[in-house]
């Protein structure tokens, strides 16, 4: 009987919206919020322990190095071409 109701994806953080602004609207914002509530490697020690401190600004908790990188990640690939 449990394999019947199966989940494609978890709720997350759009659980606080409970049924309000529509399931794509909220599914979008559960993504987003995911990607930066997530550690990222780091591009200077390689450690994942990059996290989100600001609209855009990104810090690694190994090497307690910061830099900018895009609003909702950290978007590493670019910097390394800067
Ligand atoms: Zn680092």
Not at 5 to 23: A, M, V
Not at 60 to 80: L, V
Request: net charge positive; with cysteine; aromatic share 8%.
């Amino acid at each position: 009987m449990p394999a019947l109701i199966e989940k494609k994806e978890k709720l997350g953080s759009q659980k606080r919206f409970g049924t309000r602004y529509g399931r794509k609207n909220r599914l979008k914002v559960a993504r987003i919020e995911k990607e930066q509530r997530a550690t990222h490697p780091c591009p200077y020690c390689k450690y994942k322990k990059v996290r989100r401190i600001a609209l855009g600004i990104w810090g690694c908790k190994k090497c307690s190095s910061r830099f900018t990188g895009k609003a909702y990640t950290p978007n590493i690939q670019a910097n390394k071409n800067e």
